[in-house]
């Protein structure tokens, strides 16, 4: 396994990521990253207990990017959590916020299994909330097609250049149209996009609640399909941050899996990829003018990933487009975190600058890469939102792309 | 391709204001940072000189200046310079609502937490110890269940100090009744503060135990938020004078101090790259053209014009200590280094001297480009500033924020004067 | 005047065990010690519990005396001893005649020394070298020095034992050729005083030959430095030893949430010789790599140097040749009576040598009692009750430590204290998980005189960041409750902090500079230590 910069040996208990935790800073609960993570991995090496404010570590990774010694804090806090799980069972709430992929799957082979499926969320609420889901939180509805039908259904052009598209689960079953926009741009780029559809959950809603052996389950099965192409050098590309991370950086953080290094050098987000067309001339920049004004939210597990803003920079050559970084930090919700009856209200706190920010720009849509950032935003600072990729398939049609 | 006038490497103070100046003066800038920088740790107040020697401070940063040895960084960069990055910085922060005071010809000396006093440069209002020189009765104002804060230890020592042994000193405590799980720090309470309930609240609180006209010292907890509406709040409704004590980390004031010079850098539309651990450099003939991050899936080259090295010393990578050596691990930098290891640190800790370690660094001409051991410039396009510079023991002489500040902003005009 | 029938000289291991075993025995007895408890070459070794196979080929009496101990001291010290067994590991570069060589020794003392495989040895513990050769499991065990040095006198105490610290023999006064009694000073007061004693026991380990002079004695002890390093975290959770003939380096022993590779071999001319340097560390660094083959990118955590007593009769053996057992010294023979020596052996059987020196002593004060040393516990376990109890006030993966360090009574105590104060739940030091509770309660002993002293009975200080917190904390905490011991708060500070850097220095390097580097930013560049010192010492 390539011996990545993150070593918990590193830590010099600085207190930076103290600062820097969003979840402390709206909930004097949380013990911290520093206590919960490294200074009791030191304890939890030679003795058995359980730390009960683990649970409010929602694996935003902003610890991780304050850190100055490159210590991985929040993945020695899932896998503490998922140490704790060895011995115990998940609540039935953890369970089913953590496998959105079993329930959303049904839905989508039942013929208005979609709707159905709404409608019965949209009514259980109440009992939701019983077993720990709050009825305030954003929890997103089915579409009524899943974007793999949808491309099924596709005629696309076939190019020489590929790449395979890894939608995720929200892409998938909650929100197809981005992932039909990211086609729509890449054959106006001449690209041929792949779709596997024996691939599975990323699973980092399984992450964050312990389930770590279906997660290195999931993990195994995808870069077994997916090896397939970066073996021959062709790219993946993702359209959820959240996606991303996991598939690029946390299966190398958590699992010790066979070829794991040389599959990561072929991930990329959709706008990074765009970007480093751009860099080599290859990217069509036959960009409509657009103009608009939006707000952006760069999602926590983009920033993690030490590559910047790629969407943000590419809606950059967008004439007429102005797009603006909100930069107020996390929006809160994390995955499922967010969606969870007792954390729902840390989530909106932690949110709150962000949802004032957006307020006091008097813009009414927020840009952002990552999917459940969207449902908060929309949620939190009620706003319309998009996926970049959406921005710019506008502007390649608007220039009749 | 994509390229940028000025690459800045560390997100720390340094390399922040090496870019605001860049970015003042036109340039593309983008900063590539691993980690949130060492202000939340050592704090928001400008050292600039405090000691020299052993013997005594300096009675000015000025006064100090006239002397320090010739390998200092000061020196290279020139009291001109040094000037002018105050002046800067001091614009900077009065531009953004959070303006800081002091100047070269006046040590500020401002309380610790330890009780004791600390010889510093440039200091946000809350830490403007003018009314504790003139009261006779100085109020330490502790919070119940910090941990980090101890009014007896100021109380107890600053009897000691001479101009304060004939002042009364009083305890008061309130009850911010924050804990809920964790220990409380500075930071939380600070954050209570934030809110209009948390001040609303603590008002009340401190207007029970505070006399109208007292002069009160207390911990660094007036607000996290770069802007005095706390402070301003607090004495106005109380009528007395706050002052925040230099503390442990996590730094309230630093955390000040780096949001607003984020959120500074960032409206001058400078670039900024998390996560960014760059590991080397691509050269051609005495020239920098590009540096590359080593992520966790590939690396990505970044080309510039110039290049800036801010990214910490020891603490921040920048320097690696090895058993008799140093390396500096992107551009290859000669650092000079004893190779018996035992020359490396004094016997004692606190010693009348600087440590012979904190001292190691990169050598630099005044344009602050690296020098190789024959003394010529190593690469015409890289300026290091901060930690990384040899010559200064920024611990002993109370200059670290000081030489990140005046060598930050010497770098970014450097490569302003670039001629291609 | 101060009265005592026995006075015990020298707080190590040796010396606790000789006043607990007298005090059980019903004999008034004070103990004097030059420092802190443990002081000595107790605290500056690797922390093991021999099964006896490091001595089982060269020294077949020490390697039975240490199988024995070694099953007594599991029961009665069983909070000072982690039980985690150990591996002899063959490496390819020992040398291979010698395995058969040491499992017949072994076999021969009693020792049980099971083969595994390599394969089976290395998922027990992965860090191991793939290149090792042979490996066979041990009942060695780890023990914490301090805790069984505190915990003997806790249980001594119980007995009526007395403990003096910071204070030095400055003489021996006698009558007749007998022992009348002793003169002190207080170290740290300077304050002379006398205790009229019948019989003084000198366990003064490589002090020994200092004290005999006193009495115009010739002990020959031979200071033999050894240097060791504590890792930062567990490499292993078992007790590695290199199978071969005992040399440098050879053993790795968990401690906790810390590991230590020791240790080396020196004559030296001072038993006060204990500064390590960066050379040593280097040297042991370069052993340690064949067991461990990513050692050098493990955190150091610091280095610290110990002089073991060689006693010999001959005064021109040296090192490892000279005995590791141990010799009672009755100085009748020298013409005083009621006074006697113990010198030389190990950590590991102090207990019997406290009760061959008890013995001796009870015979001349006719005192008949049987030695129960072997059969009480040091320490009441904390019955479970209290646990569950401790459990609702401690934080997580502190209760367990706690009880293990304290002991029922003073478990009970410290949870008192947070009762009746509810902040003194807080963590004075986040890296080893110690409660300003605990810390006061530490600061409150007769015993502490500074914050080292506090550190050495919580292990406050003792972590990742080596007191670049806790320091603080500490001083501010014990200076608030009047426990300050009226020193200034700077010159606690000082002895602190500069007792940690002394393990520091010599290992100034990688993560070590970086945390140098931050507890020098908080205490010289933010809190300006240095500088109130400096202005004091005008």
Redesign the interface.
């Known amino acids: 396994m390539?011996k990545?910069?993150?070593n918990p040996d590193s830590c010099t208990a600085?207190?930076?990521c103290?600062?820097?935790c969003p979840v402390?800073?709206a909930?004097?609960?949380?013990?911290?990253p520093k206590?919960v993570g490294p200074t009791l991995e030191r304890m939890r090496l030679s003795e058995e207990d359980v730390e009960?404010?683990l649970e409010y570590c929602s694996n935003c990774k902003n610890c991780?990017?304050?850190?100055?010694?490159?210590v991985p804090i929040s993945t020695l806090n899932m896998l503490a959590r998922a140490n704790y799980y060895k011995t115990r069972k998940q609540s039935k709430r953890d369970y089913i916020l953590s496998h959105g992929e079993q329930a959303a799957k049904m839905a989508s082979m039942l013929p208005f299994g979609a709707a159905i499926a709404n409608l019965g969320m949209s009514m259980s609420r109440g009992i939701m909330k019983q077993i720990g889901i709050s009825d305030k939180a954003p929890l997103p509805p089915y579409a009524s097609t899943s974007f793999i039908k949808q491309f099924k259904a596709l005629r696309q052009q076939s190019y020489p250049d590929k790449v395979v598209f890894y939608p995720g689960c929200f892409i998938n079953y909650n929100d197809p149209g981005v992932g039909m926009d990211f086609v729509a741009v890449m054959q106006a780029n001449q690209y041929e996009v792949i779709v596997e559809s024996d691939l599975v959950c990323c699973g980092s809603p399984l992450v964050v609640n312990g389930f770590l052996d279906e997660a290195e389950a999931n993990a195994k099965t995808n870069i077994q399909i997916l090896k397939k192409w970066t073996d021959q050098g062709i790219p993946v590309i993702t359209c959820c941050t959240s996606c991303g991370l996991m598939l690029?950086?946390e299966y190398?953080?958590l699992f010790h899996i066979e070829g794991v290094e040389e599959y990561?050098?072929h991930?990329y987000d959709a706008g990074e990829f765009l970007?480093e067309l751009?860099?080599?001339?290859r990217l069509n920049t036959k960009f409509g003018a657009l103009n608009e004004q939006y707000l952006y939210h760069a999602p926590c597990h983009l920033?993690?990933?030490?590559?910047?803003l790629p969407s943000l920079?590419l809606l950059g050559l967008i004439p007429g487009l102005e797009v603006k970084?909100a930069?107020a930090g996390c929006c809160g919700i994390s995955g499922n975190y967010g969606f969870k009856e007792d954390k729902y209200d840390i989530a909106m706190k932690i949110g709150a600058p962000l949802f004032q920010k957006i307020k006091e720009s008097g813009l009414s849509t927020v840009v952002s890469e990552c999917g459940t950032c969207r449902l908060q935003i929309g949620h939190g600072a009620q706003v319309k939102t998009l996926h970049p990729m959406t921005l710019v398939r506008k502007s390649y049609e608007a220039n009749g792309q | 391709?994509?390229k940028n006038d000025v690459i800045v490497i560390g997100g720390g103070l340094a390399g922040l204001l090496a870019a605001a100046v860049a970015a003042k003066e036109g340039k593309k800038v983008l900063i590539l940072s691993?980690?949130?920088?060492?202000l939340?740790?050592?704090?928001g107040i400008i050292?600039v000189l405090?000691?020299v020697d052993?013997?005594?401070?300096v009675a000015t940063p000025r006064a100090g200046l006239l002397k320090i040895l010739p390998e200092h960084p000061y020196k290279k960069i020139g009291t001109v310079a040094l000037e002018e990055s105050i002046k800067f910085f001091k614009e900077i922060c009065a531009g953004e609502g959070y303006p800081y005071m002091g100047n070269l010809d006046e040590m500020q000396w401002v309380p610790?937490?330890?009780?004791?006093?600390?010889?510093t440069c440039l200091v946000p209002k809350t830490m403007n110890t003018a009314e504790l020189k003139k009261t006779d009765t100085v109020v330490v104002l502790g919070f119940?269940?910090l941990?980090?804060?101890?009014p007896?230890?100021i109380t107890?020592?600053f009897v000691?100090?001479p101009g304060f042994s004939n002042k009364k000193y009083e305890i008061v405590m309130i009850d911010p009744n924050?804990?809920?799980?964790?220990?409380?720090?500075a930071?939380?309470v600070a954050?209570w503060l934030d809110t209009p309930e948390g001040l609303k609240d603590c008002t009340e609180k401190m207007a029970k135990v505070l006399k109208p006209g007292s002069v009160v010292i207390l911990p660094p907890v007036l607000g996290t938020r770069p802007d005095y509406h706390v402070a301003d709040s607090l004495e106005k409704a109380l009528q007395c004078t706050f002052i925040e004590t230099?503390?442990?980390?996590?730094?309230v004031t630093g955390?000040r101090l780096q949001t607003m010079l984020l959120?500074y850098v960032?409206k001058l539309g400078v670039?900024?790259?998390?996560?960014?651990?760059v590991t080397r450099s691509i050269v051609e003939k005495g020239k920098c053209l590009a540096v590359v991050?080593?992520?966790?899936?590939?690396e990505?080259t970044y080309y510039g014009e110039n290049f800036i090295l801010a990214n910490?010393?020891?603490?921040?990578?920048g320097l690696?200590?090895?058993?008799?050596q140093v390396i500096e691990p992107i551009f290859n930098l000669p650092v000079s280094a004893p190779s018996d290891?035992?020359l490396?640190?004094n016997?004692?800790?606190?010693s009348?001297e600087p440590?012979p370690?904190?001292k190691i660094g990169i050598d630099v001409d005044e344009k602050m480009r690296p020098l190789g051991e024959d003394g010529k410039v190593v690469l015409a396009n890289v300026f290091v500033a901060g930690r990384n510079l040899q010559g200064y023991d920024?611990?002993?002489e109370?200059s670290?924020n000081g030489v990140a500040l005046a060598s930050g902003y010497q770098c970014g005009m450097s490569t302003h004067r670039e001629r291609k | 005047m101060e009265k005592a029938t026995v006075v015990v000289i020298g707080g190590g291991a040796t010396g606790v065990g000789i006043l607990r075993d007298l005090c059980m025995r019903g004999v008034d007895a004070i103990l004097i010690e030059q420092q802190d408890l443990g002081y000595g070459t107790s605290s500056r070794y690797h922390g093991l519990l021999h099964s006896g196979g490091r001595y089982a080929v060269k020294d077949a009496e020490a390697g039975k005396e240490c199988i024995e101990e070694n099953r007594i001291l599991r029961k009665i010290g069983k909070h000072c001893v982690e039980d985690t067994e150990g591996f002899f590991v063959r490496t390819q570069l020992d040398d291979e005649a010698f395995e058969p060589k040491w499992l017949e020794a072994c076999a021969k003392v009693g020792i049980p020394a099971i083969p595994i495989s390599v394969a089976e040895a290395r998922r027990l513990e992965p860090n191991l070298s793939a290149k090792i050769k042979a490996v066979y499991r041990v009942p060695d065990a780890a023990i914490d020095g301090f805790r069984m040095v505190w915990q003997n006198v806790a249980s001594a105490r119980k007995y009526g034992g007395r403990v003096k610290t910071y204070t030095t023999v400055i003489g021996i006064e006698q009558s007749n050729n007998q022992v009348i009694g002793m003169k002190i000073r207080n170290s740290l007061t300077g304050e002379i005083s006398n205790i009229a004693c019948d019989f003084i026991v000198s366990a003064a380990g490589s002090w020994a030959g200092k004290i005999a002079e006193l009495a115009g004695i010739n002990v020959h002890v031979q200071p033999d430095r050894g240097t060791l390093i504590a890792f930062n975290h567990r490499i292993t959770s078992r007790i590695i030893n290199r199978l071969r003939p005992s040399s440098d380096g050879d053993i790795f022993v968990p401690h906790g949430s810390i590991t230590i590779l020791g240790t080396t071999s020196v004559s030296v001319e001072s038993p006060e010789d204990n500064i390590p340097?960066?050379?040593e560390v280097?040297d042991l660094l370069k052993i340690g790599e064949v067991l461990f083959e990513d050692l050098r990118s493990y955190r150091l955590l610091r280095a610290f140097a110990g002089t073991r007593p060689l006693y010999s009769a001959d005064p021109n053996a040296k090192g490892r040749g000279a005995s590791r057992g141990f010799v009672t010294l009755d100085h009748a023979h020298d013409g005083l009576t009621g006074f006697i020596s113990v010198a030389g052996g190990k950590f590991t059987t102090y207990r019997l040598m406290g009760e061959k020196v008890t013995d001796l002593v009870c015979q001349y004060l006719n005192v008949k009692t049987a030695c129960r040393t072997a059969l009480e516990p040091l320490v009441d376990d904390a019955s479970p009750a209290l646990m569950a109890k401790a459990h609702r006030y401690f934080p997580a993966y502190g209760a367990e430590l706690a009880a293990s360090r304290l002991g029922s009574e003073a478990l009970e105590k410290v949870i008192v204290r947070m009762q009746e104060k509810?902040?003194k739940r807080?963590?004075?030091c986040e890296c080893e998980n110690v409660t300003?509770a605990e810390v006061e309660e530490a600061a409150a002993d007769s015993t502490s005189h500074m914050i080292s002293d506090v550190r050495r009975k919580t292990r406050m200080g003792m972590g990742t960041c080596q007191g670049a917190?806790c320091t603080?904390?500490s001083?501010?905490?014990v200076?608030?409750n009047g426990l300050s011991w009226g020193q200034?708060?700077?010159v606690l500070?000082?002895e602190f902090?500069?007792g940690r850097?002394k393990g520091i220095?010599?290992i100034?390097?990688?993560n070590v500079?970086?945390e140098?580097?931050?507890s020098?930013?908080?205490?010289?560049?933010?809190?300006?230590?240095?500088?109130?010192?400096?202005?004091?010492e005008?």
């Not at chain 2, 670039?271 to 651990?277: D, I, N, R, Y």
């Open positions: 390539k990545h910069f993150n600085c207190t930076v103290v600062a820097h402390s800073a909930t004097n609960k949380f013990r911290g206590m009960p404010s991780d990017m304050s850190c100055p010694s490159g690029k950086q190398q953080e990561a050098q991930l970007l751009y860099d080599k001339g920033r993690a990933q030490g590559m910047g920079e970084n930069d | 391709m994509r691993l980690g949130a920088g060492t939340t740790i050592g704090g050292d405090g000691y052993g013997t005594a401070p610790t937490a330890a009780g004791t006093l600390k010889p119940e269940a941990k980090d804060f101890y007896h230890l107890k020592n000691n100090i924050i804990a809920d799980g964790r220990d409380v720090t930071l939380d954050r230099a503390s442990v980390p996590p730094s955390l959120r960032k670039g900024f790259v998390e996560q960014a651990l991050t080593a992520g966790i899936d590939r990505r910490g010393g020891f603490y921040g990578g690696v200590a090895e058993p008799g290891h035992e490396w640190a016997s004692n800790l606190f009348n440590q370690f904190a920024f611990c002993f109370k670290g | 340097n960066a050379k280097l509810p902040e807080q963590l004075i300003m917190f603080f904390r001083v501010g905490a200076d608030a200034d708060t700077n500070f000082k902090l500069q850097y220095r010599p100034l390097w990688g500079m970086r140098m580097e931050l020098r930013g908080i205490y010289e560049g933010t809190l300006n230590i240095n500088g109130a010192i400096n202005n004091e005008k």
